[in-house]
């Protein structure tokens, strides 16, 4: 079973371009929904996250929008960078127990100058 | 502060040896996850524990692997008679609580297994 299912598994875009990347989901109960951006030869690092009582979360260029009757969110990349190169995953989860997070297959994103 | 650490940062080992990861989390941390990352591919869920409950150990591939914690601080994870499909990048994260979502990694152990 699929809970999660991440897309483009890879991307490229122009410096200064916008990138989106997206995540859709399964169990409705999910309610907390997490960005991580891997750059190689590093561990993961969570870049930017949103709860369901919001559609949209801007930091900086980073925005996550959110649409929960589709069961999907989205993360955007405004004015995309060389630095922004890196592997990006989701990592939708429950919060109110525990309930290992299932990472979404990663999107390895290039941004070319 | 000191974030996760891992060691050793690299690992080639013989098919058919055993081998020892181990991880540090953050002080404090009572979470503590174990992932595999094979090339190119997504994050696989090993072992999560939390203080003194028993861990969850359903991501386990086989019998082959297992993973002990001190209390809330080291873990190590340990892989005996070791497979060339056992070939990846082992990564640790803790995090402050069960309720704490935000998981901090480390920069993994690149397993090569011969």
């Known amino acids: 079973q699929q809970q999660v299912k991440q897309s483009p598994q890879s991307l490229i875009v122009q410096k200064g371009g916008i990138s989106i990347i997206n995540c859709a989901y399964e169990?409705?109960?999910?309610?907390?929904f997490p960005w991580y951006q891997q750059f190689p030869g590093k561990g993961p690092a969570l870049l930017i996250a949103?709860?369901?009582?919001?559609s949209e979360k801007k930091e900086g260029r980073f925005t996550i929008s959110f649409n929960k009757s589709a069961k999907q969110f989205s993360l955007h990349i405004m004015d995309s960078q060389p630095g922004d190169s890196a592997t990006y995953f989701c990592?939708?989860?429950?919060?109110?127990?525990?309930?290992?997070?299932?990472f979404g297959i990663g999107t390895k994103l290039q941004v070319i100058p | 502060g000191a974030g996760v650490s891992q060691s050793p940062s690299n690992k080639v080992t013989e098919k058919g040896k055993d081998v020892e990861l181990r991880c540090d989390p953050i002080?404090?941390?009572?979470?503590l996850y174990w992932y595999r990352q094979r090339l190119g591919q997504g994050l696989e869920f090993l072992i999560y524990?939390?203080?003194?409950?028993?861990?969850?150990k359903s991501g386990l591939p086989s019998d082959r692997f297992s993973a002990e914690r001190t209390g809330e601080s080291v873990s190590t994870l340990t892989i005996q008679r070791t497979q060339q499909e056992d070939s990846a990048v082992y990564l640790c994260?803790?995090?402050?609580?069960?309720?704490?979502?935000?998981?901090?990694f480390g920069p993994g152990t690149r397993l090569t297994v011969t």
């Open positions: 994260a803790s995090s402050l609580s069960r309720t704490v979502y935000e998981q901090y």
């Open positions: 169990n409705t109960a999910f309610d907390y």
């Open positions: 949103i709860r369901p009582d919001v």
């Open positions: 990592a939708p989860l429950y919060s109110g127990g525990y309930q290992k997070v299932t």
């Open positions: 002080s404090g941390h009572t979470a």
């Open positions: 524990f939390q203080g003194n409950s028993a861990p969850d």
